[in-house]
């Protein structure tokens, strides 16, 4: 099982996290204008799947 490695200096995990969530809000801000549409829904998903992934790779720290 390969161990997790230290995230490179220029790998910011929690400016990754600031940006996905930033992205989950205009879509879902969007969706809201536009009404449900199965694209829209299925990239917040997509997204809020992103930004829990990185909550756990930090520890939380986001």
Known sequence: ???PSEPKPEQDPVQAAE????ARQILKDLQK???DHPELGEAITKLEMALNS???QTGGLL
Not at 19 to 22: E, L, N
């Open 1 to 3: 099982m390969p161990t």
């Open 19 to 22: 940006h996905v969530a930033s």
């Open 33 to 35: 204008k536009v009404g």
């Open 54 to 56: 990185l909550a756990v």
